[in-house]
């Protein structure tokens, strides 16, 4: 079992940085496969970024070269770092934890972009 908070979510400025935190507890974070989704109003819930058990990463096309996950298995804690944010890149932001057939979620964080 795992549970995840998310937090560092807020209000910035379009072209701002963010810098998003997810805390893990339970057991053998390590070997998860960590992502953060994000959720538009009236949108399907989308991949942002992963990051496997070995610090691969992918990230969505829409936040190359952005945005940056990390992942810190001491602390048992994963990462978004997010720059140069646009007005789309507004939404409630989860964190993801994946093994094989177990899958957990976070309460999500609100990050909002103004224009």
């Known amino acids: 079992q795992v549970q995840l908070v998310e937090s560092g979510g807020g209000l910035v400025q379009t072209g701002g940085s963010l810098r998003l935190s997810c805390a893990a507890s339970?057991?053998?974070?390590?070997?998860?496969?960590m992502g953060w989704y994000r959720q538009a109003p009236g949108k399907q819930r989308e991949l942002v970024a992963s990051?496997?058990?070995?610090?691969?990463?992918n990230y969505a096309d829409s936040v190359k070269g952005r945005f940056t996950i990390s992942r810190d298995n001491a602390k048992k804690a994963v990462y978004l770092q997010m720059s140069s944010l646009k007005p789309e890149d507004a939404a409630v932001y989860y964190c993801?934890?994946?093994?094989?057939?177990?899958?957990?979620w976070g309460q999500g964080t609100q990050v909002t972009v103004s224009s």
């Open positions: 990051i496997t058990s070995g610090s691969s990463t």
């Open positions: 993801n934890a994946r093994r094989q057939l177990h899958e957990y």
């Open positions: 339970g057991s053998f974070f390590s070997i998860y496969t």
